[in-house]
C-alpha cells in the first residue's frame, strides 16, 4: 500500500504529476473534488464544505466565529478518513502536515522558480507575463497564510516534507518516476495495522471536535477530554457544572457519524467552582 502526500507550488504542475503517479500506482487520487466527496460521504453538510479549502479565514472569522477551528477539524477528520485506508494520493489541503506523524506516508513537495512557472501560465492561459507573476504571487501567498494560519508553519519548509523536486532541473517524467519508484518500495509500502486503526480514531476525533465547537461547548467547559478509543466507542472525562449540560454534550457527540457508543467519567461540580 501506497499513501502519499503531494504539495506544490501554483503552476508548477504538482496536479498533472500526481494524476500519472496515481495511474502507475493504481491507488486513488484525492484532488479538491474528490476530498469534497469524501466529506460529503462521511457525513459532512455541503455547507459546512464552504469552509474546506487552502485560504486562511478572513480577519472576522478568526476573531469573531468559530468557523476556522470547525473547519480545521473537519478538514483533518476528512485527511485522516483517506489515510485509514492506507493507500491514496492527496494533493494539498495541508496532508502533509496532518499526517506528518503518520510513518506509512509519503511526504513530496514539488516546486520551480515563479519565473518558469509564470512563464508557462502565460502560455497556458494567455495572459501577459506580469499578470501570470501577479497571480503566481497571489496563490503561493494565499497557500502560505493558510498553512501558517492553520499549522504554524512555512510550507516551503524542506524538513516537512520527504522528497523534494526541482522540476527545473529534473522535469515532469523523472519527478513520475522518483515518485512512483519510492512509493513503490517496501520501506514506504509497510503500514502496520496499528496505524491504521489510528488513523480511524483521529478522523472521528476531528468530527467530534468540530461538533463540539460548533455548539459552543468547547468555550463552555473547557475541562472535559474527548478521547476515541477505536471502534466509534467515546469516553468522556474531565468537569461540568451539571448533569443537564453533560446531557447536551453527549447528543451532541451521538448525533457525529461514525460515533458507536458514548461513555463517561465526567465529574460534576458547582457552577462557582475555580471562582
Same mark, same amino acid.
Given at each position: 500500500?501506497?499513501? /502519499? ?32 466527496? #469524501?466529506?460529503?460521504?462521511?457525513? /459532512? ?12 479565514? #478572513? ?57 518558469? #512557472? ?60 522518483? /515518485? ?96
Amino acid at each position: 500500500m501506497s499513501l /502519499i502526500t503531494i504539495t506544490s507550488s501554483f503552476g508548477s504542475g504538482g496536479e498533472k504529476i500526481a494524476k500519472e503517479v496515481s495511474e502507475q500506482l493504481g491507488i486513488e487520487l484525492f484532488d479538491d473534488h474528490k476530498v469534497q466527496e #469524501r466529506a460529503l460521504s462521511m457525513g /459532512i453538510s455541503s455547507k459546512e464544505l464552504e469552509g474546506i479549502d487552502e485560504k486562511a479565514p #478572513r480577519l472576522f472569522d478568526r476573531l469573531f466565529t468559530n468557523k476556522p477551528a470547525v473547519y480545521l477539524d473537519l478538514l483533518g477528520s476528512v485527511i485522516f478518513d483517506i489515510a485509514s485506508e492506507g493507500e491514496g494520493l492527496i494533493v494539498g489541503h495541508g496532508a502533509q502536515v496532518f499526517l506528518e506523524d503518520f510513518n506509512c506516508a509519503l511526504h513530496v513537495l514539488i516546486h520551480a522558480p515563479e519565473e518558469t #512557472r509564470s512563464k508557462t501560465l502565460s502560455e497556458e492561459q494567455n495572459i501577459t507575463a506580469e499578470a501570470a507573476m501577479q497571480l503566481v504571487h497571489k496563490m503561493d501567498k494565499r497557500l502560505g497564510d493558510f498553512v501558517q494560519y492553520a499549522f504554524n508553519r512555512d510550507w516551503k519548509d524542506s524538513s516537512g516534507y520527504d522528497l523534494v523536486i526541482n522540476l527545473e532541473k529534473l522535469g515532469t517524467d523523472w519527478a513520475v518516476k522518483l /515518485i512512483s519508484d519510492l512509493a513503490g518500495s517496501e520501506e514506504v509500502k509497510t503500514c502496520s495495522i496499528k496505524a491504521i486503526e489510528e488513523m480511524e480514531s483521529s478522523s472521528l476525533k476531528r468530527k467530534i471536535d468540530a461538533a463540539i465547537i460548533k455548539n459552543n461547548h468547547s468555550t463552555i467547559y473547557p475541562d472535559f477530554v474527548v478521547e476515541v478509543t477505536g471502534g466509534g466507542k467515546v469516553h468522556l472525562s474531565g468537569l461540568m457544572f451539571s448533569n443537564d449540560e453533560l446531557e447536551k454534550v453527549i447528543r451532541v457527540i451521538k448525533n457525529v457519524p461514525g460515533v458507536t457508543e458514548v461513555t463517561s467519567e465526567i465529574v460534576i461540580v458547582p457552577s462557582s467552582y475555580g471562582a
